[in-house]
């Protein structure tokens, strides 16, 4: 549904796109993650028309974004972070606007414009004015009017933005039920590590201007955790076992058999062990063995968090 081949934008000296490569597929939520200046938002312009790229092409439903704009914003709904309404408007006056410009007959636009306000959880303000709303009711409006012209992608640009938790619960919720009932493709640009990971079934990470890597979370996890995809956290009372090697090479000597371990660790009085799979059972096993007391075993994998961590922090591989 959306294609860039070697997109790059530069304004002046400045390059704030640099030959990006991305496939977004039917049905997919997408997830371009970075920090505020990556380049994000400037992508989202170059797919939607409203700037042109320096080089590279840019596909969307498969129109071309810059030489066909105009059909390009026929099929695709664009939620801002901050979303313009009329205020002195209801929420049922401004879904009607959006369909009159969009030439959806009058009939069909009320009918469409009520379900959808029941849809995104505004039911009981339909002909309230849009100046009274909250920042969470206005982006739940703001994905009623995206949704007023039955798109085929949505592009969300942090939209999730000065909403409190249980707002932002709500509609992801929202996002990921459209997509699963209507088969919507999304594209959710955003800076909040935990609301991507949450949602989106494919995750870009953009530095710079630049798509440092894409893919699922596992895929990610093991493109740059090659030794260390699993965490496994042990509570362990040694009852006076580990002697003058000290607790943390005690435990790495009981654990030295089990193949696939990197490396032992402790912090705040538990013991972290990073291996290549996840190795629970024979780990427990060991310590139980040993005459140690295992109080707690816990197995993490590597997220979002640890990945973001890897690029934006100066950990990531060469």
Known sequence: MIELVDLTKKYGSFTAVDQLNLTINKGEIFGLLGPNGAGKSTTILMMLGL?????????????DSTANPIEVKR??????????????????ENLLYTARLNRIPEK?????????????????????KAGKFSRGMRQRLGLADVLIKNPEVIILDEPTSGIDPKGVREFLDLIARLRDEQGLTVLFSSHNLHQVQEVCDRVGIFVNGRLKAEGDIPSLSKKLFTDSLYVIEAGVELNGLSGASGETQWLANILNPI?????????NGVFRIECSRNLSAEIARAIVHSGASLISLNKKEFGLDEIYYRYFEGGEKS
């Open 75 to 92: 099929k695709v709904g664009y939620l801002p972070e901050d979303v313009g309404f009329y205020d002195d408007r209801t929420a049922l």
């Open 259 to 267: 193949e696939g371990i990197s490396s032992v660790s402790r912090k």
């Open 51 to 63: 700037t042109d790229p320096t080089s590279g092409t840019v596909s969307v439903c498969g129109i």
């Open 108 to 128: 069909e636009a009320r009918e469409k414009a009520q379900q959808l306000l029941v849809r995104v959880g505004l039911p009981d303000v339909i002909n309230k």
